[in-house]
C-alpha cells in the first residue's frame, strides 16, 4: 500500500543542522509533489515547503527561506528535508506528505502522511 | 499571510450528535479550502478537499461547505472515532499554505 516511512528521532544542539528522510513506497515517486509539515508540541500545523520529486524544484515558505533545503533521492524513492541553523524553537514533529495531485498538477493538499520524526533541540 | 481561525476552540459533544466547524479566512480563498483530522500521536488524515469534496474513503457523514472568506465542516452524527481535533488549510495563496489553529472535538 502507498506509505511514507520517516526517519528517527533526533536531538540536536542549538545552531546544529537536521536532516530527515522519507521513503515512499507502493506509488510512483516522481509523480507527486512532497510535502513538509511541521508541528510544535501542542500547537498547530506548519507548512514548510514541497519539493517536485521528477524535477527536483522546491518551493518554502518565506519564513524558512535560508534555512531549508528539500531534496530528493529517485533512486531510492526518497525525500529530504534539511533544517539549520536550529533554534529551540524549531522543537517540533516534522511530517513529510505526499501531495493530491499529480506531477506537474500539484494541488496543495496531502492526502498521505508519514508518521512524523520527532526533532528536539536542546543545550 | 492568509490568517484562518477557526472556531469553536473547544466543542463539547455526545456520540450521535452533530457537529459544525467553522473555518474563516483573513481574505478570500476561493473554494480552496481542506479539512483535516489529527488523533493523538498520530499523522493528519485528509477529510475534505476545495471546500466540499470528501477524500478517498471518508464517510458520508463529514461534509464540507463554503466558499470566500467562510468555510463549515459538519460531522452529522458523531461516532466514538470521530473524536479528534480537526484543522482546516488553505491553498489560495502561493506559495505559502496555512493552516488554521485547530478545534477539538471532544466528548461531553
Known amino acids: 500500500q502507498v506509505q511514507l516511512v520517516q526517519s528517527g528521532a533526533e536531538v540536536k544542539k542549538p545552531g546544529a543542522s537536521v536532516k530527515v528522510s522519507c521513503k515512499a513506497s507502493?506509488?510512483?515517486?516522481?509523480?507527486?509533489?512532497m510535502h513538509w509539515v511541521r508541528q510544535a508540541p501542542g500547537q498547530g500545523l506548519e507548512w514548510m515547503g514541497r519539493i517536485n520529486p521528477n524535477s527536483g524544484g522546491t518551493n518554502y515558505a518565506q519564513k524558512f527561506q535560508g534555512r531549508v533545503t528539500m531534496t530528493r533521492d529517485t533512486s531510492i524513492s526518497t525525500a529530504y528535508m534539511e533544517l539549520s541553523r536550529l533554534r529551540s524553537d524549531d522543537t517540533a514533529v516534522y511530517y513529510c506528505a505526499r501531495d493530491l495531485g499529480v506531477v506537474p498538477a500539484a494541488i496543495n493538499y496531502m492526502d498521505v502522511w508519514g508518521k512524523g520524526t520527532t526533532v528536539t533541540v536542546s543545550s | 499571510e492568509i490568517v484562518l481561525t477557526q472556531s469553536p476552540a473547544t466543542l463539547s459533544l455526545s456520540p450521535g450528535e452533530r457537529a459544525t466547524l467553522s473555518c474563516r479566512a483573513s481574505q478570500s480563498v476561493s473554494s480552496y479550502l481542506a479539512w483535516y483530522q489529527q488523533k493523538p500521536g498520530q499523522a493528519p488524515r485528509l477529510l475534505i478537499y476545495?471546500?466540499?469534496n470528501r477524500a478517498t474513503g471518508i464517510p458520508a457523514r463529514f461534509s464540507g461547505s463554503g466558499s470566500g472568506t467562510d468555510f463549515t465542516l459538519t460531522i452529522s452524527s458523531l461516532e466514538p472515532e470521530d473524536f479528534a481535533v480537526y484543522y482546516c488549510?488553505?491553498?489560495?495563496?502561493?506559495?505559502?499554505?496555512?493552516f488554521g489553529q485547530g478545534t477539538k472535538v471532544e466528548i461531553k
Open positions: 507502493g506509488y510512483t515517486f516522481t509523480g507527486y509533489y
Open positions: 488549510q488553505q491553498r489560495s495563496n502561493w506559495p505559502s499554505w496555512t
Open positions: 476545495d471546500a466540499s
